[in-house]
Every structure is written in structure tokens, then in C-alpha cells.
């Protein structure tokens, strides 16, 4: 019999495990397996009557077993492969390494970051608090919570930075952040920064960032979306020619 090692998820440590419970087949049949004393099978209808049903008992996350009947029985749960997993420390170390890997790659990138990036990430990662960081012109400040966060939160920074579905947020952020738009200290409304009219209100329950997003997925969000590009582009050509300026005098 060869030796099998499961992990198991520390919710289910000190708890006995529920002797039976239902098994689809490769045919699409449904039964009921049960673990039982003295039996290698496991189909309920296959056993006897007199069967005495057999407890397991989660003494700690790591579970070694001989036994080919737990092994079925354990593999056929449906939480076999998310709560309960064959333990491969080998395949562990490696997804570490490869954890490691990419947090390292995540910070190259994020400390590389220019001021447009620090911006849309910035906003989109805290919010308010950005927005008065770049009111106090204090960018390497954003630029160092950012990088703190990425390496204290890698999942969520890299879910924020690489994701496909997160363009339009970072979009949306930047030109918050750059000061094309404006959200009132309540959030509830979202205006031109230039002259304060009003483009959006903001829903109850939902943040101004989130709301933006999905009002410009809109026949009129579209248009205000295209609008504040313009402006945007606008801006930018008008701080290169101010540089221009100040490098010629």
C-alpha cells in the first residue's frame, strides 16, 4: 500500500469528518459512499446492512494514511483538490519560488513606475489619500506607499497593475488623479476640476472610482469619457510647451 500525505485546510482540523456522502460516477450516476468498519467498499448499496459506520477524525492539517479505502473515500470529496489536497513539498517550494518570482518582478516594475502610473495607481489604491499627496506635490511620497503596498499585498497590487479588466478603472483614476475630474469630499458627485460642472452623480452605495467606470460604458458616459481624453491630451501638450518655456528662459 503506498503511503499518501493530505493537507487539510484548518477549518476542517478537530472535526470529524462526515462518514458518507453522495459520489457522481463517470456515467453521471449519483451514489452514496460510506466509510464503514471492515470494508473496502465504499458504495452504500454494495454494503450490508449491519455495516458499522467508520469515523475520521482531522487530528492536524497534514494526514498520512496506508489505507487505499480512506484514500478513495478522502479523493472522491468534493472538496478533494480546494480543502483537502495531496501535500507535494516539492510542488509547494516550487510555487513559492515561483510566489517570490513574480513579487520580485512586481516591485521592478512598480519602482520603475513614471508619474502618470504613480497617478492612475496611486488613486486607484487609496483613494482621497493620494489625491492629497499630489495636492502637496508630494509624488515620491505616492510612489513609496505604492511600492510598500505591492510588498506587503502583491496579489491585490498585481491584480490592480496587470489586470486586462482593470483599464478602464486605472483610466478612470488617472484622470481623477491628474486633475482633468473632481469628486466631491462626499463622493457623490464627480465634476469638470476646471469649472465645476458636474458630469456624474454618484449612486448610493457605490464608490465614485467604481461608478465612473460603469458610467462610462454609457451612451452619455462615452461622450463625457471622450471629452476628458481631449481635455487630457490638452493638458499635457500645455505642461510640455510650460517646460519648454522655463527650460528656454
Known amino acids: ?24 460516477l463517470e456515467d453521471g450516476s449519483i451514489v452514496t459512499y460510506r466509510l464503514v468498519e471492515g470494508d473496502s467498499e465504499l458504495n452504500q448499496k454494495k454494503q450490508s446492512e449491519n455495516a458499522v459506520p467508520r469515523s475520521f ?5 497534514l494526514v498520512n494514511t496506508e489505507d487505499v479505502t480512506l484514500q478513495k473515500f478522502i479523493e472522491s470529496r468534493k472538496d478533494f483538490g480546494s480543502r483537502i489536497t495531496i501535500y507535494d513539498p516539492v510542488a509547494i ?29 496611486g488613486y486607484v489604491l487609496f483613494g482621497r489619500e493620494a489625491l492629497n499627496l499630489i495636492k ?13 503596498f505591492a510588498g506587503e499585498n502583491p496579489e491585490r497590487a498585481n491584480d490592480v497593475i496587470y489586470d486586462k ?23 457623490k458627485y464627480v465634476t469638470w476640476a476646471d469649472n465645476g460642472t458636474t458630469v456624474y452623480t454618484v449612486p448610493n452605495g457605490v464608490t465614485a472610482l467604481n ?7 454609457t451612451t452619455e458616459g462615452k461622450e463625457v469619457k471622450k471629452e476628458a481624453s481631449s481635455r487630457m491630451a490638452r493638458k499635457t501638450v500645455k505642461k510640455t510647451a510650460e517646460k519648454i518655456v522655463e527650460k528656454d528662459a
Open 211 to 217: 461608478g465612473l467606470v460603469d458610467f462610462f460604458q
Open 165 to 187: 479588466n482593470n483599464t478602464e478603472t486605472l483610466f478612470a483614476g488617472y484622470l481623477i488623479a491628474s486633475g482633468v475630474l473632481e469628486v466631491s469630499i462626499d463622493e
Open 93 to 121: 517550494n516550487k510555487e513559492k519560488l515561483a510566489d517570490k518570482k513574480r513579487s520580485i518582478t512586481l516591485l521592478k516594475d512598480v519602482a520603475q513606475f513614471d508619474k502618470s502610473k504613480i497617478l492612475e495607481v
Open 57 to 61: 477524525y482531522v487530528g492536524q492539517r
Open 136 to 148: 502637496d506635490g508630494d509624488i515620491d511620497g505616492l510612489h513609496d506607499r505604492i511600492i510598500d
Open 1 to 24: 500500500m503506498a503511503l499518501k500525505t493530505y493537507l487539510v485546510d484548518r477549518e476542517l482540523v478537530g472535526m470529524f469528518l462526515s462518514p458518507k456522502h453522495e459520489v457522481t
